[in-house]
């Protein structure tokens, strides 16, 4: 009787184990996550997590950034478009009537965006590409001057700039703008054509008690019409007529005058009219292989671009006196006159200067018609 009874005991109690057991499974099985896509890149989009529910859901998520909606057992996910470096996550909690919760991680990765290359690019006149590097995960657009076509390829944008044929320095700004920011790029043309036009000089003279004293004149650039590379500066010095000759290196953009040039002859006064050049020495100098010389310059800010030359000896140079040899820098110009068409200093063949232009400096101040 005893073993009946135990027998039965052991009966119930595998009933009670398989009833809890089954329970369990129920409410494990209640809310299972089927598929998620929610790892996002930085733009604004959207994902969906699926889940398996016995009973309706609900869904949220512990950041405001990402926003969650449940249409049946699909819960949408969106997030805006991120503009952080550093990824961010979230985490979305769905739950059902049984209790059931499962919590499902959602990352937005930082985005990419940026535009290489220089603030400002100097080309020639000629037509020319540049590719600028760009990258970005985000949409962006490129702001363009008429003179500028520009197209998407692998390596980034490629631009293209259209010959310049105004008689003039151009300049034009291209933006590229993405919700990450803006990335503005100046381009210059300048060339041998552009130079011609009405320039305003300064310069310094000696005044009373021979101080230097900064005067301005206003003088124009002549093109010559066969050789393209040599211009003719008229009314800068004092003489009616007489124009002093300078020469553009279209390789370095330098403008140079040079000593010992032959600018005419005064009948009248039996003057003979030469460039020379002054050195900080205190020297003048009539030897033709020196040159006060000048490299093209340029303000962006301004919003017209006029090419300036401020002349200065970068390098210096060395030459023979009484006292041996000197090493000085140029430091201007002058129309000396002389006795005998020969720029000779020895003999009493020196008159003195007619002008002077110490420290001289350039600035284009009209443009060509």
Request: glycine letters at 8%.
């Given at each position: 009787?005893?073993?009946i009874?135990?027998?039965w005991?052991l009966i119930?109690?595998?009933?009670?184990?398989?009833s809890c057991?089954d329970?369990?499974?129920?409410?494990v099985?209640?809310l299972?996550?089927?598929?998620?896509?929610?790892?996002?890149?930085?733009i604004a989009t959207?994902?969906t997590?699926?889940?398996?529910?016995?009973s309706?859901?609900?869904a949220?998520s512990?950041?405001?950034w990402c926003?969650?909606t449940?249409?049946?057992?699909?819960v949408?996910v969106?997030?805006?478009?991120?503009?952080g470096?550093?990824g961010r996550?979230a985490?979305v909690?769905?739950?059902?009537?049984l209790?059931?919760?499962?919590?499902?991680?959602?990352?937005?990765?930082?985005?990419?965006w940026y535009?290489k290359?220089?603030d400002?690019y100097?080309l020639?006149?000629?037509?020319?590409t540049i590719t600028?590097?760009v990258?970005?995960?985000y949409d962006?657009?490129?702001?363009?001057p008429a003179?500028?076509?520009?197209?998407?390829?692998?390596?980034g944008?490629?631009l293209?700039l259209?010959?310049?044929t105004t008689?003039n320095a151009r300049?034009?700004?291209?933006t590229?703008t993405?919700?990450?920011?803006?990335k503005?790029?100046v381009?210059?043309?300048?060339?041998?054509?552009?130079?011609?036009?009405?320039?305003e000089?300064?310069?310094?003279?000696?005044g009373?008690?021979d101080?230097l004293v900064?005067?301005t004149?206003?003088?124009?650039?002549v093109?010559d019409?066969?050789n393209?590379?040599?211009?003719?500066?008229e009314e800068?010095?004092?003489?009616?007529?007489?124009?002093?000759?300078l020469?553009?290196?279209?390789e370095?953009?330098?403008l140079?005058?040079?000593?010992?040039?032959?600018?005419?002859?005064?009948?009248?006064?039996?003057?003979?009219?030469?460039?020379?050049?002054t050195?900080?020495?205190?020297y003048?100098h009539?030897d033709?292989?020196?040159?006060?010389?000048?490299?093209a310059?340029f303000d962006?800010?301004?919003?017209?671009?006029m090419?300036s030359?401020?002349f200065?000896?970068?390098k210096?140079f060395?030459f023979?006196?009484?006292?041996?040899?000197i090493?000085?820098?140029?430091?201007g110009?002058?129309?000396?006159v002389f006795?005998s068409q020969?720029?000779?200093?020895?003999g009493g063949?020196?008159l003195g200067?007619y002008?002077?232009?110490?420290?001289l400096s350039i600035?284009?101040v009209?443009l060509?018609?």
């Amino acid at each position: 009787m005893k073993k009946i009874n135990i027998l039965w005991m052991l009966i119930g109690c595998l009933f009670l184990v398989t009833s809890c057991s089954d329970d369990d499974d129920s409410a494990v099985a209640s809310l299972q996550v089927i598929k998620s896509d929610v790892s996002f890149t930085a733009i604004a989009t959207t994902g969906t997590i699926e889940v398996q529910s016995t009973s309706a859901i609900t869904a949220v998520s512990n950041q405001d950034w990402c926003t969650v909606t449940v249409n049946g057992n699909v819960v949408t996910v969106a997030v805006p478009t991120y503009t952080g470096l550093v990824g961010r996550n979230a985490v979305v909690e769905i739950s059902n009537a049984l209790d059931g919760k499962v919590r499902v991680p959602v990352s937005q990765a930082g985005g990419v965006w940026y535009v290489k290359g220089d603030d400002a690019y100097g080309l020639s006149d000629e037509e020319s590409t540049i590719t600028i590097p760009v990258k970005s995960d985000y949409d962006y657009t490129v702001d363009l001057p008429a003179w500028i076509t520009g197209e998407k390829v692998k390596e980034g944008y490629n631009l293209t700039l259209a010959e310049n044929t105004t008689g003039n320095a151009r300049k034009g700004t291209v933006t590229f703008t993405s919700e990450r920011g803006a990335k503005k790029i100046v381009f210059l043309q300048f060339g041998i054509n552009d130079i011609a036009g009405t320039y305003e000089a300064t310069y310094s003279v000696y005044g009373d008690n021979d101080q230097l004293v900064e005067e301005t004149k206003t003088f124009k650039l002549v093109q010559d019409v066969k050789n393209e590379e040599l211009f003719y500066a008229e009314e800068l010095s004092a003489i009616g007529g007489l124009v002093i000759p300078l020469k553009f290196d279209s390789e370095t953009y330098q403008l140079s005058v040079f000593a010992g040039q032959y600018l005419g002859h005064i009948a009248s006064k039996e003057w003979y009219l030469y460039t020379v050049v002054t050195s900080k020495a205190g020297y003048v100098h009539a030897d033709a292989a020196l040159a006060y010389s000048a490299i093209a310059e340029f303000d962006l800010d301004d919003e017209v671009v006029m090419p300036s030359f401020p002349f200065k000896d970068e390098k210096g140079f060395s030459f023979a006196t009484s006292d041996g040899t000197i090493k000085s820098y140029l430091d201007g110009l002058e129309v000396y006159v002389f006795k005998s068409q020969s720029p000779s200093f020895s003999g009493g063949n020196t008159l003195g200067y007619y002008d002077m232009f110490k420290n001289l400096s350039i600035k284009k101040v009209e443009l060509k018609e």
